[in-house]
């Protein structure tokens, strides 16, 4: 099966620093890529639509300017979490549509952020 | 918008079946997903039904209802490895997938 890999698998950082998070799928090309962010005990929301080579779509509610998303590739998708505080603290999940056409997605193994 | 409504939890003994339930209300729809989630891990790919009836996959089965709203998957002969959360996800226009808030299954001996 399709195979995503997200890095890092967790990071600490400072408030108001800058993180990084990659999604990249490891055997296919995926033009789209869909970044999910989930608290604990709750369900995963989708925060964003990563499309390769065009702009993010991104939900309502979601603040593009504070989750910079950039496909430039068919093989990744970078999501920057900007200007981070304490409550941006959560499990970022990436996914890629199958490339052969169904709607399942292949999901990550997501990155556990957590803001000082 | 979507609506997703699944137990929050269930509880079932080893080796017995279980049957989770969830009705969804959705803005078009493509077809719908279940997925399983064991804590601080990403979901895995359990079943995606697209037109009504039952599909069957090993110990995991999975029924979809268009026109009521309503899918259930079916766990047989539960292993405590089963214990997870259980989501329903839709998917709809845009080919988004929204996820219910899942239901959190325990598994006891």
């Known amino acids: 099966g399709a195979v995503v890999s997200q890095h890092p698998s967790w990071v600490i950082c400072k408030s108001g620093t800058s993180v990084k998070i990659e999604c990249r799928s490891l055997?296919?090309?995926?033009?789209?890529m869909f970044w999910y962010r989930q608290f604990p005990k709750q369900s995963l929301m989708l925060m964003a639509t990563?499309?390769?080579?065009?702009?993010?779509?991104?939900e309502q509610g979601v603040e593009k300017d504070k989750f910079l998303i950039n496909h430039a590739s068919l093989t990744l998708s970078t999501l920057t979490v900007t200007s981070a505080h304490p409550e941006d603290s959560s499990f970022y999940i990436c996914?890629?549509?199958?490339?052969?056409?169904?709607?399942?997605?292949?999901f990550g193994p997501g990155t556990r952020l957590t803001v000082l | 918008g979507q609506n997703i409504d699944q137990p929050t939890e269930m509880t079932a003994t080893e080796g017995a079946i279980v049957q989770i339930n969830c009705t969804y209300q959705t803005s078009g729809f493509n077809g719908l997903f279940w997925y399983q989630q064991h804590a601080g891990e990403a979901p895995t790919f359990l079943s995606y039904n697209v037109l009504d009836g039952l599909e069957e996959k090993g110990r995991f089965s999975s029924f979809l209802s268009r026109s009521k709203g309503y899918s259930y998957l079916l766990l047989k002969e539960l292993q405590m490895k089963d214990s997870a959360s259980y989501l329903c996800?839709?998917?709809?226009?845009?080919?988004?997938?929204?996820f219910g808030t899942g239901t959190k299954l325990q598994v006891i001996p």
């Open positions: 996914s890629a549509r199958d490339p052969s056409g169904s709607d399942e997605q292949f």
């Open positions: 990563s499309n390769e080579g065009s702009k993010a779509t991104y």
């Open positions: 996800a839709p998917s709809g226009g845009y080919q988004k997938v929204t």
């Open positions: 055997d296919f090309q995926a033009t789209t």
